[in-house]
């Protein structure tokens, strides 16, 4: 399975700042997704970045809050806007090679806004 | 609408086996996948079901049954690394190009 790696791992922002994610897959992948995971909750699916065109959010998510890049195959990144102490939480990167069942995931960055 | 069930807590003794239910509605069925996922650290893949029946892989099993909307992920011969958080997915195609939704997950702590 295709190794992801994250910068950075962990942030502490002040309100109103915004932080860019970085994403790196170590082989070409067909689809990545980036999740949020408060704590104690579940993973939720923030959006499918696609490769070369705008990224597909999931309700309650919308562009100009995370806006999300996918050059290539292998990389992507997400920004969180105009931040805020309810967007304290772990963002991780996901992959999926078409055909394959397996999806994995990044090690995850640890957000807290103050 | 969607919703996964899981237990948030299990308590296991080492070299035991303990059995992680998980129970969904989703509008759309392709696949249910279990998770291993430490503090502090990424979800892992462990196993996935789309026919009814049992997977077993190592000390690992998990069972579907899509009629019933339920699956079980089995761990035998506890280790104490095996202490973590097991996460139910189920990837719906319900217009939502086969993402995955993930349960709350099973807290799981392993006790000598």
């Known amino acids: 399975s295709a190794v992801i790696s994250q910068k950075p791992s962990r942030d502490i922002c002040q309100r109103g700042t915004s932080l860019t994610i970085q994403c790196q897959v170590d082989s070409q992948v067909t689809m990545m997704f980036w999740y949020r995971q408060q704590p104690g909750q579940s993973l939720t699916l923030i959006a499918t970045a696609n490769q070369g065109s705008e990224a597909t959010y999931e309700s309650g998510f919308v562009i100009d809050k995370f806006p999300i890049s996918r050059p290539n195959l292998t990389f992507s990144t997400l920004t969180v806007s105009n931040m805020s102490p309810e967007d304290s939480s772990i963002y991780l990167c996901s992959g999926r090679t078409g055909g394959k069942n397996e999806q994995f995931f990044g090690p995850g960055t640890r957000l807290t806004v103050l | 609408g969607q919703n996964i069930d899981q237990p948030t807590e299990m308590t296991a003794t080492e070299g035991a086996i303990v059995q992680i239910n998980c129970t969904y509605q989703?509008?759309?069925?392709?696949?249910l996948f279990w998770y291993q996922q430490h503090a502090g650290e990424a979800p892992t893949f462990l196993s996935y079901n789309v026919l009814d029946g049992l997977e077993e892989k190592g000390r690992f099993s998990s069972f579907l049954s899509r009629s019933k909307g339920y699956s079980y992920l089995l761990l035998k011969e506890l280790q104490m690394k095996d202490s973590a958080s097991y996460l139910c997915a189920v990837r719906d195609y319900g217009g939502s190009q086969g993402n995955l939704i993930f349960g709350k997950g099973t807290k799981l702590s392993v006790k000598p």
């Open positions: 989703t509008s759309g069925f392709n696949g």
